[in-house]
């Protein structure tokens, strides 16, 4: 059965600096691999998604991630963060929703 | 567009008392689910949806049933409330199962006292 682990819980970074969250995966076939961000009080967006392709895949708000089958990860970057970053991430692997596992969040917290 | 919109937002409930959420969406899709957000456990699907008059369980079933009579709408009904079902309910939808995103509501947050 697939799995997701977000080892962070809560990271901190401060406004203009680049952060990374980390997303493991356990998954038998080629995954589907997605990063959605949730704002207080509000559901889920989805950031971005990787199918197959090209590893490093863009998202809005100019986050972006790569796929890297050899470490069973999925990390989420941006080169700089603003304030509004301020949200909880999920991480999710799955290739049909019935069958999607989410991570357990990471809260993302931005210093001004 | 409003997308995927979940009624009520807040609700406190006694044990053993019933309600419904509701959850409704206006983009035409035939896939709908249910989650539960509890904290530090992400989301786990209750049931889920692949079209007018067809629901399966999902992850977590019990406790909980479902119904969709129409495309549009997917209402979660729980019949004897518990406080183990304390938790942030969402409701999202999607065009296909697979490879495409799913969009959801602003959730509903249930407390059984």
């Known amino acids: 059965a697939q799995s997701v682990t977000q080892p962070d819980i809560h990271i901190t970074v401060s406004e203009g600096a680049s952060l990374e969250l980390r997303c493991n995966y356990s998954?038998?076939?080629?995954?589907?691999l997605f990063w959605y961000v949730q704002s207080p009080g509000q559901g889920l967006q989805l950031l971005l998604k990787?199918?197959?392709?090209?590893?490093l895949v863009q998202g809005i708000k100019g986050f972006e991630a790569e796929f890297k089958r050899s470490q069973s990860s999925f990390n989420l970057t941006k080169p700089s963060a603003h304030m509004s970053d301020a949200a909880e991430y999920f991480c999710a692997v799955g290739g049909w929703h019935n069958d999607m596992r989410f991570g357990a969040g990471t809260r993302l917290t931005v210093k001004p | 567009n409003a997308g995927v919109t979940q009624t009520p937002k807040f609700r406190i409930l006694k044990i053993g008392q019933s309600m419904t959420l509701q959850c409704t969406q206006d983009m035409n899709h035939n896939y709908m689910y249910w989650y539960r957000q509890d904290p530090g456990m992400g989301l786990k699907l209750i049931y889920y949806s692949v079209g007018a008059g067809i629901t399966d369980k999902g992850e977590v079933p019990n406790g909980y049933n479902v119904s969709r009579s129409t495309t549009e709408d997917f209402p979660l009904r729980l019949e004897l409330a518990a406080p183990s079902q304390t938790s942030v309910y969402f409701c999202a939808s999607s065009l296909r199962t697979e490879n495409t995103e799913a969009f959801f509501g602003q959730g509903t947050r249930l407390t059984v006292v």
């Open positions: 990787y199918f197959s392709g090209d590893t």
């Open positions: 998954y038998g076939a080629t995954p589907y």
